[in-house]
Structures are given as structure tokens and as C-alpha cells.
């Protein structure tokens, strides 16, 4: 007996899609192509209110520019949210354009270099952690780990270890911030009971007597010198290219960031786990106790740890908030979602675009206004 014929894209007449649209839907099309993006509205980086505004019209040009050409990752990310075709009788009426020219119809389709995400097609099996499979892509994986994906992601086989990997972002405010409360307290303290004098190592004469009002200023200088580590870390660890015939340091690559980037909306990857933060912080904390003396170091280090919480914090909020058009946020979120989806050898700042001047790695401001 004949297997059934495979079913085509579902068809949808203009009057469905009004009123799907009408009852809060966000589909959008790309000649006779239907998008249903109500999923992806309130992570959309020109903000919710350009989605909903498009609701229901033809994208194509929106998509092409100006102001913005979306790039090739933004419209392969499109095609995960096809649901169908307009219909033969509808495609005889005109529709409503996106473009800034009221009236334009236009019967442009995706960029055929781009393609749709297609399990049978892909390098890796979504079904199985994906952790032990991506050291085996060799030369493909830089390509593969940069084509971001709306999925989430599963890392290990077994579940008690998975759990350790994966985390809300409410978690780090209620581990790391008692922490910052307590040592704190503990450093302004020692440096109330100490006789704490900088470079007294070196000199007697230019001792520099450390008072326990210093440290907020200590505090500041913690925070300003985790916001280099920011991005340190963030260009020259986590974007390191891995050698395409070493399959431990793809795996580590993809475990450290490289997950971060195939599926950067999965909400549970988007700050760091307690568990293995604490290591790493730890590792921080007798690095600098060992450096500084006493209250001092501890001053440093708490300021280094509230510039941590904020930046794992702003980094969820620069993925899944909504910040008003215009803002300083606005243009941040959409200076981090161009380096997800075309400038991954550039904008490391997370926090901000600070060092991003000095090291050159800025991206240019006007690829990076609008939606992507």
C-alpha cells in the first residue's frame, strides 16, 4: 500500500489572516508566504509595537530596507515561523504594504541563500543532548553554532546535571545578591579595624592609609574593572574559534557560549547557574584576596560582584525586554542582537559599548538602529 501523499502548506484566505490578526495574531507575509510571529512579538528587538503595527501586511520590504537590510540569519530566523500560503484568490487582491510607501505591493521572497530549519537537514539531532554531537561538526561547526535557532536546547543526558546548567533569572538576584549584602558589610568593616595601608609593601613613605569611608570608591573600582573583565572574557574566551579537528574545545566552546548563540532566546541559558558561577567566583575572590590586602581586597571584590549581577541582568533583560524606542536600552538591545545575528567578531559589550571604542570592535552605528 502507498504511503498518503505529504501534505502542502496549509492555504489561508486574505480574510482568515485579518482575522486571525483581529483576534491579536501577529502574522505577516513575504509575498504569498505567511509568518505567524505572536510568539516572538515581545522579543523582537525595534520593539513589540513595530511587530503590531505590520500585523497582517507584507514585510518584504521592510525586510530588504531602508533603513535597515535584515540580515541573512534574520531572515532564516523568519522561516522558522511559516505556516502557510495565501491563497490563489486572495494573491489576486492587493495588499497592504509594509514599506514606508503606503500602496507598494511587492512579490519578493526570502533570500535564497537563507534556509528554512529543518530537522531531517540538520547537522545534529534535536532529539538527543546536544553537547556530545557538535565536536564531531569539524569545520562546520563555526558556521552551524552562528545560525541561531528558536528552540531550546538540551546539553546532557542526564537530568539532575541538566538542571545544573539551566537557570531563571531570578536566581541570581536571590543567591548573589545576599552575598553582596553580606560582604559588603564584611569589607567596610575590616576596613574600619584594620590598619590598612596601600603600598606599604613597597615604600613607608608613600603609604597610602586605607579609611573605612573608601569604600564606595573601592565599590566603584570593583565594578568598573568587572566591566573590562566583561569584556575580556565575553571576546577572547567565549568567542574563541576553536580548531575545527579538536573536538574537546568545540564541545567546551558550545558549552561555555556557543549554545548561547544557536538558541538565543532559550530563557533558562540566558544567565549563568549558580552552581558553576560559584566556582568561577570563587576563583575570583582568592585571586584578589591574594593581590590585596585584608578589607581592601574585599571591597574590590564585592563591587566586581555587583557589576556581575548587573551584567547577567541587563544581558536577560537586552534579550527578553521591551525598552522604549529611543532609549539607551533600545539601542543597546538591538546593538546585541546584531552581534548575534551578523556581527559575532564584534560589539563584546554587554553592559555597555564602552570598550568596544578602545579595542576597535565596535559596530558601526548605522547597521544597527531598526529591527532585526
Same mark, same amino acid.
Given at each position: 500500500?502507498?504511503?498518503?501523499?505529504?501534505?502542502?502548506?496549509?492555504?489561508? !484566505?486574505?480574510? +482568515?489572516?485579518?482575522?486571525?490578526?483581529? +483576534?491579536?495574531?501577529?502574522?505577516?507575509?513575504?509575498?504569498?508566504?505567511?509568518?505567524?510571529?505572536?510568539?516572538?512579538?515581545?522579543?523582537?528587538?525595534?520593539?513589540?509595537?513595530?511587530?503590531? +503595527?505590520?500585523?497582517?501586511?507584507?514585510?518584504?520590504?521592510?525586510?530588504? %530596507?531602508?533603513?535597515?537590510?535584515?540580515?541573512?540569519?534574520?531572515?532564516?530566523?523568519?522561516?522558522?515561523?511559516?505556516?502557510?500560503?495565501?491563497?490563489? &484568490?486572495?494573491?489576486?487582491?492587493?495588499?497592504?504594504?509594509?514599506?514606508?510607501?503606503?500602496?507598494?505591493?511587492?512579490?519578493?521572497?526570502?533570500?535564497?541563500?537563507?534556509?528554512? $530549519?529543518?530537522?531531517?537537514?540538520?547537522?545534529?539531532?534535536?532529539?538527543?543532548?546536544? @553537547?556530545?554531537? $557538535?565536536?564531531?561538526? %569539524?569545520? #562546520?561547526?563555526? +558556521?552551524?553554532?552562528?545560525?541561531?535557532?528558536?528552540?531550546?536546547?538540551?546539553?546532557?543526558?542526564?537530568?539532575?546535571?541538566?538542571?545544573?546548567?539551566?537557570?531563571?533569572?531570578?536566581?541570581?538576584?536571590?543567591?548573589? =545578591?545576599?552575598?553582596?549584602?553580606?560582604?559588603?558589610?564584611?569589607?567596610?568593616?575590616?576596613?574600619?579595624?584594620?590598619?590598612?595601608?596601600?603600598?606599604?609593601?613597597?615604600?613607608?613613605?608613600?603609604?597610602?592609609?586605607?579609611?573605612?569611608?573608601?569604600?564606595?570608591?573601592?565599590?566603584?573600582?570593583?565594578?568598573? =574593572?568587572?566591566?573590562?573583565?566583561?569584556?575580556?572574557?565575553?571576546?577572547?574566551?567565549?568567542?574563541? #574559534?576553536?580548531?575545527?579537528?579538536?573536538?574537546?574545545?568545540?564541545?567546551?566552546?558550545?558549552?561555555?557560549?556557543?549554545?548561547?548563540?544557536?538558541?538565543?532566546?532559550?530563557? !533558562?541559558? @540566558?544567565? *549563568?547557574?549558580?552552581?558553576?558561577?560559584?566556582?568561577?567566583?570563587?576563583?575570583?575572590?582568592?585571586? $584578589?584576596?591574594?593581590?590585596?590586602?585584608?578589607? *581592601?581586597?574585599?571591597? @574590590? *571584590?564585592?563591587?566586581?560582584?555587583?557589576?556581575?549581577?548587573?551584567?547577567?541582568?541587563?544581558?536577560?533583560?537586552?534579550?527578553?525586554?521591551?525598552?522604549? #524606542?529611543?532609549?539607551?536600552?533600545? %539601542?543597546?538591545?538591538?546593538?546585541?542582537?546584531?552581534?548575534?545575528?551578523?556581527?559575532?567578531?564584534?560589539? *563584546?559589550?554587554?553592559? !555597555?559599548?564602552?570598550?568596544?571604542?578602545?579595542? &576597535?570592535?565596535? =559596530?558601526?552605528?548605522?547597521?544597527?538602529?531598526?529591527?532585526?
Amino acid at each position: 500500500m502507498a504511503p498518503p501523499p505529504a501534505a502542502g502548506p496549509r492555504s489561508y !484566505s486574505r480574510a +482568515e489572516v485579518q482575522q486571525r490578526c483581529a +483576534e491579536g495574531a501577529c502574522l505577516v507575509l513575504t509575498g504569498r508566504r505567511i509568518y505567524d510571529l505572536s510568539a516572538f512579538v515581545r522579543r523582537h528587538p525595534g520593539g513589540q509595537q513595530l511587530l503590531l +503595527e505590520r500585523a497582517g501586511t507584507d514585510v518584504s520590504a521592510a525586510l530588504d %530596507g531602508p533603513p535597515h537590510r535584515h540580515s541573512d540569519n534574520a531572515r532564516r530566523w523568519l522561516q522558522q515561523y511559516y505556516v502557510g500560503e495565501l491563497d490563489a &484568490q486572495s494573491c489576486l487582491q492587493k495588499w497592504k504594504s509594509a514599506s514606508p510607501q503606503a500602496g507598494v505591493t511587492t512579490e519578493r521572497r526570502m533570500d535564497p541563500r537563507c534556509k528554512a $530549519v529543518d530537522d531531517d537537514n540538520d547537522l545534529v539531532d534535536w532529539r538527543k543532548p546536544l @553537547l556530545w554531537q $557538535v565536536g564531531y561538526l %569539524g569545520e #562546520k561547526y563555526d +558556521e552551524w553554532v552562528h545560525q541561531p535557532v528558536d528552540r531550546p536546547i538540551r546539553l546532557f543526558h542526564s537530568d539532575f546535571i541538566e538542571s545544573l546548567s539551566k537557570t531563571a533569572w531570578y536566581m541570581v538576584i536571590a543567591v548573589w =545578591i545576599p552575598v553582596v549584602l553580606c560582604f559588603s558589610w564584611h569589607g567596610y568593616v575590616s576596613l574600619a579595624q584594620e590598619d590598612t595601608h596601600l603600598f606599604s609593601t613597597f615604600t613607608e613613605v608613600y603609604a597610602i592609609r586605607v579609611h573605612k569611608y573608601y569604600f564606595p570608591l573601592l565599590f566603584l573600582v570593583g565594578m568598573c =574593572i568587572w566591566s573590562l573583565l566583561e569584556y575580556l572574557i565575553h571576546r577572547f574566551v567565549f568567542h574563541m #574559534k576553536p580548531p575545527s579537528t579538536n573536538y574537546y574545545l568545540i564541545t567546551l566552546h558550545f558549552l561555555m557560549h556557543g549554545q548561547h548563540h544557536k538558541s538565543p532566546f532559550d530563557d !533558562s541559558r @540566558l544567565v *549563568f547557574p549558580p552552581v558553576p558561577a560559584s566556582f568561577i567566583i570563587g576563583f575570583f575572590y582568592v585571586v $584578589v584576596k591574594f593581590m590585596f590586602p585584608g578589607g *581592601f581586597g574585599t571591597s @574590590l *571584590f564585592t563591587g566586581g560582584l555587583f557589576g556581575y549581577v548587573i551584567y547577567d541582568m541587563m544581558h536577560y533583560y537586552l534579550h527578553y525586554g521591551s525598552p522604549k #524606542k529611543g532609549t539607551y536600552l533600545y %539601542g543597546l538591545k538591538a546593538y546585541h542582537v546584531k552581534h548575534h545575528f551578523e556581527h559575532q567578531k564584534a560589539g *563584546f559589550g554587554i553592559t !555597555s559599548r564602552f570598550w568596544d571604542r578602545p579595542f &576597535q570592535t565596535l =559596530i558601526p552605528e548605522e547597521t544597527f538602529g531598526t529591527e532585526d
